[in-house]
């Protein structure tokens, strides 16, 4: 226009949207696309991985009841599981059912809530669309499921920590060796959980679909992981099934711990092989997240 000064026109080209890439979120989110990637700015190592896990951490300090789901569900069922075996006898050379069972359980229960909350809240960030506007930025499939799967394993540690405390500090769970070693590998498992929820979720359009992934991936890992009867005790076929099953190494290194005051080859080399199966879960996660929200 005539009336338009040099001024004017030095205001409207200094208002020119930036170039930074992001993305519209729903009301209530945090905007993960937004705050992740700067198309303008130089790399950043890890900024898109840090960017994530704080999102994910952020979301889950919010969610009261998915807290409470992850450090008091756990504690409370070794707490019945205490009370379940309080009346049994035991003489002073046998091992206490409680203390049997108790420090496999330690290794089960972290697995099964966090392979459910994990396959849940991962497959609502499917069908909300936000996985689908992060792809739209350059992150990598790694770094988001590695952002995914840092933030809930930090949830998964807690929930460790807090069920080995009540159940070494108050119902008085025996072991030869250090409850230390028993929190690791039950953080460890829990981390398998995160892992395998994760890529379970890829094949879940719904979150009942996530759910029933339940009885399919982790049912038949508790009937054969040694237990309910030793592993060696099984029909030959069965247990070569059990040879191939991630918590069948979790639980054997859980009775390296009840039996031995100090740490053991085979403990270490089953903590392997469970941190092992973590990372191939976590790995074919990536291989079908184009897939599933293209």
């Given at each position: 226009?005539?009336?338009?000064?040099?001024?004017?026109?030095?205001?409207?080209?200094?208002?020119?949207?930036?170039t930074t890439s992001r993305t519209d979120t729903a009301p209530g989110h945090p905007g993960p696309a937004a705050h992740i990637v700067d198309r303008g700015a130089g790399p950043r190592p890890f900024a898109?991985?840090?960017?994530?896990?704080?999102?994910?951490?952020?979301?889950?300090?919010?969610d009261h009841r998915t807290i409470a789901m992850i450090l008091v569900v756990?504690?409370?069922?070794?707490?019945?599981?205490?009370?379940?075996?309080?009346?049994?006898?035991?003489?002073?050379?046998?091992?206490?059912?409680?203390?049997?069972?108790g420090i496999s359980m330690l290794g089960i229960l972290p697995f099964i809530v966090m392979f459910l909350i994990t396959a849940i809240a991962m497959q609502r960030e499917r069908s909300s669309g936000t996985l689908e506007r992060l792809l739209t930025t350059p992150l990598s499939k790694l770094d988001l499921?590695?952002?995914?799967?840092?933030?809930?394993?930090?949830?998964?540690?807690?929930?460790?920590?807090?069920?080995?405390?009540?159940?070494?500090?108050l119902l008085g769970l025996n072991a030869a060796g250090n409850p230390g070693w028993v929190v690791l590998i039950a953080m460890i498992d829990a981390v398998l959980g995160v892992a395998l929820g994760l890529l379970c979720s890829a094949f879940a359009r719904t979150e009942f679909q996530a759910v029933q992934f339940m009885p399919v991936v982790a049912a038949p890992q508790i009937f054969l992981c040694g237990l309910l009867v030793p592993r060696e005790q099984l029909p030959g076929w069965l247990e070569a099934i059990s040879n191939v099953l991630p918590l069948s190494y979790a639980v054997d290194a859980l009775h390296e711990v009840s039996v031995h005051s100090q740490p053991t080859g085979l403990m270490w080399r089953d903590l392997a092989i469970v941190a092992g199966f973590a990372a191939v879960a976590l790995c074919l996660g990536a291989a079908t997240l184009r897939r599933r929200t293209v």
């Open positions: 226009m005539s009336g338009s000064s040099p001024g004017d026109a030095g205001k409207r080209r200094r208002t020119v949207p930036s898109a991985y840090t960017a994530t896990t704080t999102r994910i951490l952020r979301q889950l300090r919010n756990p504690a409370l069922l070794m707490a019945l599981l205490y009370f379940i075996y309080q009346d049994v006898p035991a003489t002073p050379q046998q091992v206490s059912l409680f203390d049997r069972v499921l590695g952002g995914y799967g840092t933030a809930f394993s930090v949830a998964a540690a807690a929930q460790a920590a807090v069920a080995c405390l009540v159940s070494f500090g």
